[in-house]
């Protein structure tokens, strides 16, 4: 079974700092994704990693994935206020069609001034 | 079509009654799938369809639930004697079924209230 950890679950950062959230996962997967939810929303797609090695950014947000190590990770620079919502990492396993996603819990942060 | 369409966006229900969400994809997606997020978590799979064809359900979906998807166009998701627990978001997302296609796309969601 397809088990996805992220960590850390809550983040408190100020505004102008840099930090990463980690996404862990437990077996082989074909494609790994970002996506950002503000309170009561529903989900932004924000990332999506096909391949070892792959990264992405966007704005002041950069992910990337180690599919040896079965990690990938979003990193945060210079943090601005908007930037506050959960992050949620969600990873579809092989041979697994494309909508099926086993998600993380989440890591809510807060960018205060 | 702009996007995956869910209605109602929030429902306030009684203990023991039954309800009923709908989801209209992307027009041209044969696949919709279901998913149910509680507070604090991250959203849980419940089941998909290609075309009008119910091929996977997880465990999560007791018999009190049943999903539908009459002509492979919009789908339908009811949930019979709601119980509180039961109370959460449900997200409806579709995709394509093509070589290549990478992602799904979900819609706002149905918020539903189970007192």
């Known amino acids: 079974?397809?088990?996805?950890?992220?960590?850390?679950?809550?983040?408190?950062?100020?505004?102008?700092?840099?930090?990463?959230?980690?996404?862990?996962?437990?077996?082989?997967?074909?494609?790994?994704?970002?996506?950002?939810?503000?309170?009561?929303?529903?989900?932004?797609?924000?990332?999506?990693?096909?391949?070892?090695?792959?990264?992405?950014?966007?704005?002041?947000?950069?992910?990337?994935?180690?599919?040896?190590?079965?990690?990938?990770?979003?990193?945060?620079?210079?943090a601005v206020h908007d930037l506050s919502a959960t992050y949620f990492c969600a990873v579809v396993g092989v041979n697994t069609n494309a909508g099926k996603s086993t998600f993380g819990d989440g890591t809510t942060l807060t960018v205060k001034p | 079509d702009t996007g995956v369409s869910q209605d109602p966006r929030h429902k306030i229900t009684k203990r023991g009654q039954n309800v009923t969400f709908r989801c209209d994809p992307i027009s041209e997606h044969n696949r919709l799938y279901w998913y149910r997020q509680t507070l604090g978590q991250g959203p849980e799979f419940l089941t998909y369809f290609q075309n009008e064809a119910q091929l996977e359900k997880s465990r999560l979906l007791s018999d009190r639930f049943s999903a539908e998807r009459p002509k492979g166009s919009f789908s339908t998701l009811e949930i019979q004697r709601t119980e509180q627990g039961d109370s959460a978001m449900y997200l409806c997302a579709s995709s394509l079924d093509r070589a290549g296609v990478t992602e799904a796309f979900f819609g706002q969601g149905t918020r539903l209230t189970v007192v």
């Open chain 1, 1 to 78: 079974e397809l088990k996805v950890e992220q960590n850390p679950l809550f983040l408190s950062m100020q505004e102008g700092k840099n930090y990463t959230i980690y996404c862990n996962y437990s077996t082989t997967s074909d494609r790994l994704y970002w996506y950002r939810q503000d309170p009561g929303k529903s989900l932004e797609s924000l990332f999506v990693l096909l391949s070892n090695g792959a990264v992405k950014q966007e704005g002041r947000l950069m992910a990337s994935l180690d599919t040896k190590a079965r990690l990938s990770t979003l990193h945060i620079t210079a």
